[in-house]
């Protein structure tokens, strides 16, 4: 039986598997909610069970039902990866109409860059970095940090981006870059508050120096609840200082 119901198309689903449309609904609504609630300080498993009860409440769907919905969906992954397209598309439809005010782009701070946007690592200094350190920034709690300047050639550089926040704890984000156009964004925790952004722009060659760079900026940008978790895997914490 299972064999036979693994060729029906997705018309021909058993009539207790949820329909399509309902199915991307409800997944759309677990992701947005599980990603609100990656940005709280402290959720247990079993506020995320709760969580998920309720969601299935409000769409009026018993869990006897997903679960069968969900094994329908094991036996047909033509069927599974259109969904997941589907969710994907609707979510990125959401997060347009919620994160966007009147047609204009998340809200950014502006620039907190203090040094000037044009800067020069000259071998003459016997230095082959710039650091830089920028206290206090006017920024809110889980606001993405964004660093941006561009150089005129290409140059393997490696950068680092971190804040410290007023517990003494911190985390950073390195990269390796190679491009004329750099950008790093770091996801500041939505709990804290931070009192210092600090970097480095480290030139791996010297035979590239002197290197000039331009149009420099760090500015914050308001919490993308979806992105939050994502972003925040490949940052680094360490602390207290």
Same mark, same amino acid.
């Given at each position: 039986? +299972?064999s036979?119901i693994?060729?029906f198309?997705?018309?021909?689903r058993?009539?207790?598997?949820?329909? @399509?449309k309902?199915m991307v609904n409800?997944?759309? !609504?677990?992701?947005?909610t599980?990603a609100?609630?990656n940005?709280?300080?402290? +959720?247990t498993?079993?506020?995320?069970e709760?969580?998920g009860?309720r969601?299935?409440?409000?769409?009026?769907?018993a @869990?006897?039902?997903? !679960?069968t919905?969900?094994?329908w969906?094991?036996r047909n992954? !033509?069927?599974?990866?259109?969904?997941?397209?589907k969710v994907d598309?609707e979510i990125?439809?959401?997060?347009?109409k919620?994160?966007?005010i @009147?047609?204009e782009?998340?809200?950014?701070?502006?620039?907190?860059?203090?040094?000037?946007?044009h800067?020069?690592?000259?071998?003459?200094s016997?230095q082959?970095?710039f650091?830089?350190s920028i206290?206090y920034p006017?920024?809110?709690?889980?606001e +993405?940090i964004?660093?941006?300047?561009?150089?005129?050639?290409?140059?393997?550089?490696k950068?680092?981006l971190g804040v410290?926040?007023?517990?003494?704890?911190?985390?950073?984000l390195?990269?390796?870059?190679?491009?004329n156009?750099v950008?790093m964004?770091?996801?500041t !925790?939505?709990?804290? +508050?931070?009192?210092?952004?600090f970097?480095t722009?480290?030139?791996?060659e010297?035979?590239?120096?002197?290197?000039?760079?331009?149009?420099?900026?760090i500015?914050?940008?308001?919490?993308d609840?979806?992105?939050?978790?994502?972003?925040r895997?490949s940052q680094?914490?360490?602390?207290?200082?």
């Amino acid at each position: 039986m +299972v064999s036979v119901i693994g060729l029906f198309s997705c018309s021909h689903r058993p009539s207790n598997v949820l329909k @399509e449309k309902d199915m991307v609904n409800l997944i759309v !609504d677990m992701e947005l909610t599980e990603a609100y609630l990656n940005t709280q300080g402290s +959720v247990t498993s079993k506020d995320r069970e709760e969580m998920g009860k309720r969601i299935l409440a409000d769409h009026g769907i018993a @869990e006897e039902t997903l !679960d069968t919905t969900l094994a329908w969906y094991g036996r047909n992954m !033509d069927n599974y990866v259109e969904l997941f397209e589907k969710v994907d598309k609707e979510i990125n439809r959401r997060r347009k109409k919620y994160m966007e005010i @009147e047609g204009e782009n998340l809200k950014v701070s502006d620039d907190l860059w203090k040094f000037g946007e044009h800067l020069v690592i000259s071998p003459l200094s016997g230095q082959d970095a710039f650091s830089f350190s920028i206290p206090y920034p006017e920024i809110e709690k889980g606001e +993405v940090i964004k660093l941006s300047f561009f150089l005129p050639n290409s140059t393997n550089l490696k950068n680092t981006l971190g804040v410290e926040y007023q517990d003494g704890f911190g985390e950073a984000l390195v990269n390796n870059s190679s491009k004329n156009k750099v950008e790093m964004d770091l996801q500041t !925790d939505s709990s804290k +508050v931070v009192s210092r952004i600090f970097g480095t722009i480290h030139v791996k060659e010297t035979k590239s120096l002197p290197l000039f760079i331009d149009s420099i900026s760090i500015k914050g940008e308001q919490i993308d609840t979806l992105n939050y978790r994502s972003k925040r895997r490949s940052q680094k914490s360490f602390g207290p200082f």
